[in-house]
């Protein structure tokens, strides 16, 4: 289904006002790193990459079996600024930009294999309500050309479409009962 889309994971933000890693907070059994990497490679999505900070590193790859891991070194410049680390990951050595990504922040967790499918129908940057993520991302130059502080709703305008899902964000402990 989504055979050679590549995916972003984003899982380098400090978790500062949930009190621990969000990457690393489990759900059913399984980490929100972990679950999000499933649920990507069971909709064929390839490569995936994994966004984390430097002291997470080793247990976000741990987490993340089946996803290339990379460290974005300023994690407090932005979330726009991991992506940026991602998308480069994706170009690798060949250099070729991706033509669509899907953009997965790590804490906004509510989507599942059929958000995905209903994101794939689209051929621009699309938001799926009402889970709001992950996020179908076309506009890869602009991002790229961005300050790794911008927030990406002022780079990117993105379509909102119906898809299968729940809106969850999981920002501080009382988000945390969401998931029971």
Known sequence: MGKGIPAV???AGASSRLGQPKALVEWDG???TGRAVRLLKESGCSPI???TRPELLVDVAIASRGANVVVNQYPEEGRT???QVGLLALMGDNGRIPRRVFVVPVDRCGWQKETLETLLKETTDSSPNPSG?????CSVEDVLASGPDEPLRDIVR???IDAPGEHLNIDAP?????LK
Request: aromatic share 4%.
């Open 30 to 32: 399984e980490t929100l």
């Open 158 to 160: 993105f379509s909102r």
């Open 9 to 11: 994971i984003l899982a």
């Open 49 to 51: 990459i994994v966004v």
């Open 133 to 137: 993520h992950p996020l179908l991302l």
């Open 174 to 178: 009382a988000d945390l009962e969401a």
């Open 81 to 83: 600024g991991s992506l």
